[in-house]
């Protein structure tokens, strides 16, 4: 296996060699899983020798982990070229939380794109705002623009590309390169690329967050966060970490490393359906707009095309007129698509979505209500019989 991963080798084949050391896997195929509070030292000398800071690797106290979780975290750091280490969390948005903590203090300022993830915003505007550390939203489609809100106490920006719900693609090397100039701290959610069609570390950025909970996991039993730092801003995210006791449960690391394995696989299937789906519907008459990062009516398509390396199963389309319950009778008529919040298991689901709730700093003129759908594993055929009939309920509803 060492000569293998001395190649450069595909997505499919790193995803299955990731993290899985010799040392950590003892020769069992997916790293075990080692539960662990209390660890045994031979004698006095041997208990004060584990202590101190750096204890990633080394058996030292259940809430530093074992190689259970060390394994998955440095496979996820292995996802991404030129990254110094990845800590892990109990969900995507303690990741979140663990990575603005570590790089702002009070009197900072954040710049967060408008297109969020909603609980991102709500930490900015609730307990980081608390702890008198101020954002600024700012509209997803600015790129170099960014320069133009940098102020004398703005620290850290924070991308999320696609945007949640909406998808807007950022310009992201132009941000990176405003970032870099003055000194700026770069945070990507990266949660709908995942690193095998984003490498955000290698693109410039410092901190690049998972919710691992979606595509990593894949099979929606888990909730699970990494992030994974560029060189240089490792130490202060795992020293802010440790401070704020985080740790995962060696089953769900355990779990997440297994979902992993196939993730590359599930992705490309994942894509290949959603674009069939994407396209099928944009052809609708029913429907207004396929926010859909590959599909051109998405704001910031030409980010998409020019920087990623593929696209992922979740996207948004919005209806042509209609209202809340037009919107209702299309998703309680589908059969395939569950109703539910995440996304990035093997199910499909569809969410109805009102972005304009969440944004402050521009403003959406939909031509009606707008829909999510998370596109699964099943055959995209059936998937699409089964949003044939939703749009039929639709029309009959909206009359
Ligand atoms: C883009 C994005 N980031 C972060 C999260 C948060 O992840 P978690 O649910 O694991 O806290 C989500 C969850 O839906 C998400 O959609």
Redesign the pocket.
Known sequence: MSDAADRPVGDATRVVAAGRRAEWTGGIVNPPVWRASTILYDDVAALRAAGGRDTHHRLFYGRRGTPTQWSLADALTTLEPGAEATFLYP????A?AAALLSVLSPGDELLLVDSA?D??RSMATGLLKRFGIATRFYDPLIGAGIADLIGDRTRAILL?SPG?LTFEVQDLPAIVAVAKARGLVTLL?N??ATPLFFPAIERGIDLSIL?C??YVVGHSDV???SVTAAPGHFAKLRDTSFQLGQVVSPDDAWLASRGLRTMAVRLAQHQRSALAIAHWLAARPEVAAVLHPALPDCPGHAHFVRDFKGSSGLFSFVLAGGDEAARAALIDTLRLFGIG???GGFESLALPVDPQRYRTATRRDDAGPMVRLQIGLEDTDDLIADLDAGLAAFRAARG
């Open positions: 969900s995507g948005v303690a979140l993830y609980p991102t999320e949640s959610d949660t709908w919710a909970t979606k909730m699970i966060g919040y995440s996304w």
